[in-house]
């Protein structure tokens, strides 16, 4: 049994010697798309956090447009009760609707303030903790507005380029490249 083993072609190629360098490259660009990816991500969370606060804004409103309508029913049924031509029990039910309102109002209100303060959180590191923004009240200048028709390109088209866009896939790309290029100094070893 004879054994031999020579090392004159071991690193033989430009490939395999530029290996890490070209490795390295493809390192930089993938902390590119992690970074691009985080800022998406940071991105989305802000918006959906100032949306949330215009929509808990408008049903702020609605809440307060209910209990001026509930408490003007009342006021209505106490007149006619007074008046004789309306049932004292009437009064109990209109009652129980302003107090339902304010109760409404009462939730709306909380909502809007939890989701005040998680807007700041996002926007601030020290969030609420910050003197400056623990009292002031974020009032949006947007509004929710739903267009009368859609003009979007078809699905088939949203979805492609969705895909093209997608850094995640972007990034595991680059790391079978990164993989492939560490086999070739392991395939030559």
């Given at each position: 049994?004879?054994?031999?083993?020579?090392?004159?072609?071991?690193?033989?190629?430009?490939?395999?010697?530029?290996?890490?360098?070209?490795?390295?490259?493809?390192?930089?660009?993938?902390?590119?798309?992690?970074?691009?990816?985080?800022?998406?991500?940071?991105?989305?969370?802000?918006?959906?956090?100032?949306?949330?606060?215009?929509?808990?804004?408008?049903?702020?409103?609605?809440?307060?447009?209910?209990?001026?309508?509930?408490?003007?029913?009342?006021?209505?049924?106490?007149?006619?009760?007074?008046?004789?031509?309306?049932?004292?029990?009437?009064?109990?039910t209109?009652?129980?609707?302003?107090?339902?309102?304010?109760?409404?109002?009462?939730?709306?209100?909380?909502?809007?303030?939890?989701?005040q303060?998680?807007?700041?959180?996002?926007?601030?590191r020290?969030?609420?903790?910050?003197?400056?923004?623990?009292?002031?009240?974020?009032?949006?200048?947007?509004?929710?507005?739903?267009?009368?028709?859609?003009?979007?390109?078809?699905?088939?088209?949203?979805?492609?380029?969705?895909?093209?866009?997608?850094?995640?896939?972007?990034?595991?790309?680059?790391?079978?490249?990164?993989?492939?290029?560490?086999?070739?100094?392991?395939?030559?070893?």
């Amino acid at each position: 049994q004879a054994n031999i083993q020579q090392n004159f072609l071991l690193g033989f190629g430009t490939a395999v010697n530029s290996r890490t360098i070209n490795v390295a490259k493809l390192n930089l660009t993938i902390d590119d798309l992690n970074f691009k990816s985080q800022l998406i991500s940071i991105v989305a969370s802000v918006l959906n956090a100032y949306y949330g606060l215009v929509a808990d804004y408008d049903d702020l409103k609605a809440k307060q447009s209910a209990l001026t309508v509930a408490q003007q029913f009342y006021e209505n049924n106490r007149r006619q009760v007074q008046l004789g031509s309306l049932a004292p029990l009437d009064i109990t039910t209109a009652e129980a609707q302003v107090a339902s309102s304010q109760q409404d109002l009462v939730t709306s209100q909380t909502t809007l303030q939890t989701q005040q303060v998680s807007l700041k959180n996002v926007l601030s590191r020290k969030g609420t903790a910050d003197p400056l923004l623990a009292e002031v009240e974020i009032i949006p200048l947007d509004r929710i507005d739903i267009p009368e028709q859609d003009t979007l390109p078809p699905l088939k088209d949203l979805m492609a380029k969705a895909l093209r866009n997608r850094v995640d896939i972007a990034s595991e790309k680059l790391h079978l490249k990164v993989d492939e290029l560490n086999n070739l100094g392991t395939q030559n070893g």
